[in-house]
């Protein structure tokens, strides 16, 4: 019979080691899943920013053509020859 109180207490000393052991697992499973969701939320607003970003670019991009042709143009004029011209 003493036995069975031994392999008892060892029993509940096991299950209340595992019952922290999942306790404290879950709080820091919470705790990643909680900074997990902050993250992507970053990589969301980030994905955003560098759409408007590329769309700038672009429209920078865009601009400097117009205003090197406008340059080129004005320099033809200036001097009076085609720059394309062999």
């Known amino acids: ?3 069975d109180s031994i392999a008892h207490g060892e029993l509940a000393a096991l299950t209340r080691r595992f019952e922290e052991v999942a306790e404290k697992t879950d709080r ?3 705790i ?11 990589v969301g607003n980030l994905d ?8 700038r670019l672009d429209e920078l991009g865009q601009k400097m053509d117009r205003n090197q042709a406008q ?3 004005l320099l033809t004029r200036l001097v009076g ?5 062999g």
């Open 32 to 42: 990643i899943k909680s900074d997990l969701t902050a993250v992507r939320l970053q």
């Open 71 to 73: 340059i080129v143009e």
């Open 81 to 85: 020859q085609d720059p394309n011209a």
């Open 1 to 3: 019979m003493s036995e």
């Open 28 to 30: 820091e499973f919470g």
């Open 48 to 55: 955003q920013k560098v759409d408007r970003l590329e769309s």
